[in-house]
Structures are given as structure tokens and as C-alpha cells.
């Protein structure tokens, strides 16, 4: 079983940049798929970024070209670069871990990013 935490949250101002960690322990995540969701104020939880095992990776079409996943199975971290912030991505992001050959699903307990001027 992994354990996920969040860091790198916080607020910055429209334009600006965030990078968010999620540090992994208990298993290696070199065989999991890693994903980045978000969940917004009345809104449903939804996914942002994603990279697969193999190091594929996906996009919201919301964040596309402006957030950037990445992994290092090594410091057993996955990272999502945030670029370009909008108000819009406002929420709290969650850091999601699925092995590649199973369906459970592992998720830390979010970190609050805040875009506002």
C-alpha cells in the first residue's frame, strides 16, 4: 500500500507559477500510474494531469500547455508544474497513485492552491 503527501500549495497571483510535490512511501510508485486531480469550491473532483507508469502522460484540455506531470521513481516523488495560473485553477489539488495491475485507487490529502490578485 502507498501513502501520498502533498506539498507546494499556496497562493499566488494570476501569471504566476506554482510546482507541486507528492512525496510517495510505503511501496515504490515505479509500477503505479500517478495522477494530479483537482476539486474546486460546489464543483466534482476532476482530473488535471496523469502520467502512466511507462511515462506517458494526459491532460485536462483546461491545463493543457500550461501544467507540466513528471515523475521520479527514484525519490519515488511525482510533480506537477504549474504555469501561467488562472483564477480558474483555484481548488484543492489531490495526488492520485493506481498500480498498473490493479484497480484500487490511493490518494493523499490535497494541498489548496489559490490564484488571486
Known amino acids: 500500500q502507498v501513502q501520498l503527501v502533498e506539498s507546494g500549495g499556496g497562493l499566488v497571483q494570476p501569471g504566476g507559477s506554482l510546482r507541486l510535490s507528492c512525496a510517495a512511501s510505503g511501496t515504490s510508485i515505479s509500477i503505479y500510474h500517478m495522477g494530479w486531480y483537482r476539486q474546486a469550491p460546489g464543483k466534482q473532483r476532476e482530473l488535471a494531469a496523469y502520467?502512466?507508469?511507462?511515462?506517458?502522460?494526459n491532460y485536462a484540455d483546461s491545463v493543457k500547455g500550461r501544467f507540466t506531470i513528471s515523475r521520479d521513481n527514484a525519490k519515488n516523488t511525482v510533480y506537477l508544474q504549474m504555469n501561467s495560473l488562472e483564477p480558474e485553477d483555484t481548488a484543492v489539488y489531490y495526488c492520485n497513485a493506481r498500480p498498473f495491475n490493479a484497480p484500487n485507487d490511493y490518494w493523499g490529502q490535497g494541498t489548496q492552491v489559490t490564484v488571486s490578485s
Open positions: 502520467i502512466f507508469s511507462g511515462g506517458a502522460t
